[in-house]
């Protein structure tokens, strides 16, 4: 039974077929697929739309198919388009006739709809799960070398000593955002869209809420036409993601410059590390580069599914076929960055000689601030500090000398790193108590921002 036999005359034009078939990608919303299909037959049963017979011959035909599917045995057919007319052919094959009594009631337009949101569900959850391991990666770190100082940078420039923690610190609160802004996409996306049918719903007399319960979906979609229209629940996890992408990206440039010569501040061991195929002594961080590097197509699928979307008219239209592809692969890179990054992280060794010479190097003068503050704090006003400062440092150029000696011995805010350090004694601040006391924060909030349980609603359909 193909959907072109009543209306049609001719077959399909290969290059349309071509173009218009989605079963190569979508095959992997194939487990969606016979999961919405189940709850839709049972609700048909329980509203009369479906004999008990019936209802027992899709049951039983559904769950094979979703063994075959996972098993790989399942037969896909391009001339059936999507993985719904393959579905439906397969149940034909399977139990005869009653396979064409489980579309009733809906379309490919609410049914895809359906599929894609269950499919970003779980995705998402997947992606809090490596963000969360990263974070925790990251505090371990901070916690095992609580005490390394390094500068910290602005305009790449060394600017200010800091503990290695209280950076590492600054990436866990940008993943800490991006779980927050899965999990707000996840709460908007917890909608069920079966039932808007087409467009605008149907007629015969069907239950969407036994429909929602079943799939664990917190609320129905309120409107047939954006129900099927809709895919910023889509964009909202490419964007989530792109925001993460780029995260991931800034953390995998500073290994990558950490790890030179002229840096120094980590080893990468052998496990994260690649060689060059003409230069022997060459060792790559090519993991870290390509998390940056990959967070460029995140980017572009946001980009690319805004483009789609932007001047389609309501309600469904094809175009919208062109979600798929792009959402795949974003979760598919993003799943794997978050591993290889959370690895390299777990591996790098910190030097710490080499992280305190840079904060300490006397051309570099990273304590000049610590001094015009402490001459703030005996009355000087900071404007005029800041012009005594400059006036030192200048000399100190000049001379050859550090700041320190310059400034000299009742100055000793100059030459000291660490009580620099232990001054920024503020909330956000880098000073070492603030920072322990950050770390176990941290620790607190990732805990707090517990696993998502699985929302299949009902106890009998485990
Ligand atoms: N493969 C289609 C998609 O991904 C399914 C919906 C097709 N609906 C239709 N009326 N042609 O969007």
């Known amino acids: 039974m193909s959907i072109r036999e009543g209306r049609f005359d001719e077959d399909l034009d290969p290059a349309i077929l071509a173009l218009s078939q989605s079963i190569s990608f979508d095959r992997r919303l194939g487990g969606d697929d016979v999961e919405g299909s189940l709850a839709h037959a049972e609700m048909l049963h329980v509203a009369d739309l479906l004999s008990a017979a019936e209802w027992e011959a899709i049951r039983r035909g559904l769950e094979e198919i979703r063994e075959e599917l996972e098993r790989g045995t399942f037969p896909f057919d391009e001339r059936a388009e999507d993985i719904h007319m393959n579905v439906e052919k397969r149940l034909a094959e399977k139990i005869g006739a009653a396979a064409g009594k489980l579309h009733t009631a809906r379309s490919r337009n609410d049914q895809v709809a359906l599929d894609l949101r269950l499919f970003v569900r779980r995705a998402t959850r997947e992606v809090k799960d490596g963000i969360r391991a990263l974070a925790a990666a990251l505090i371990e770190k901070a916690e095992r070398h609580a005490e390394l100082v390094l500068p910290a940078y602005t305009h790449l420039q060394r600017a200010q000593p800091v503990l290695l923690a209280h950076h590492l610190l600054a990436h866990v609160e940008m993943l800490l955002r991006d779980l927050g802004r899965f999990a707000d996409a996840a709460d908007r996306a917890d909608e069920c869209p079966l039932g808007s049918g087409a467009c605008t719903g149907t007629g015969l007399p069907i239950d969407r809420e036994f ?8 609320r129905l979609t309120a409107n047939s036409l954006d129900a099927v229209a809709d895919r910023d629940f889509v964009l909202e996890f490419e964007a989530a ?16 410059l950490w790890s030179t010569a002229e840096f120094g501040f980590v080893r990468l061991p052998d496990s994260v590390a690649t060689g060059s195929s003409m230069m022997p002594q060459k060792k790559n961080p090519d993991g870290a580069e390509l998390v940056r590097g990959k967070s460029g197509r995140i980017v572009g699928h946001l980009v690319g599914l805004l483009t789609v979307m932007k001047g389609l008219p309501l309600s469904y239209n094809r175009d919208l076929q062109e979600d798929k592809e792009g959402l795949f692969d974003t979760f598919d890179t993003l799943a794997l960055s978050l591993a290889a990054i959370r690895s390299t992280v777990e591996a790098m060794e910190p030097d710490a000689a080499r992280m305190r010479a840079a904060a300490l190097d006397p051309a570099s003068m990273t304590t000049a601030t610590d001094l015009a503050e402490s001459m703030v704090a005996r009355g000087v006003p900071f404007r005029e500090a800041h012009r005594q400062v400059g006036a030192l440092v200048r000399r100190a150029l000049g001379e050859g000398k550090s700041l320190g000696e310059v400034a000299g011995p009742d100055a000793p805010a100059a030459g000291d790193v660490d009580a620099g350090i232990a001054r920024k004694d503020l909330p956000g601040g880098t000073a070492p108590s603030r920072v322990r006391a950050a770390i176990a924060a941290a620790r607190a909030r990732l805990a707090a921002e517990k696993g998502d349980e699985p929302r299949t609603a009902e106890p009998d359909r485990a």
């Open 211 to 218: 429909v929602r319960r079943k799939l664990g979906f917190a």
């Open 241 to 256: 993601a792109a925001i993460l992408a780029v995260h991931l990206s800034r953390l995998a440039e500073e290994i990558v």
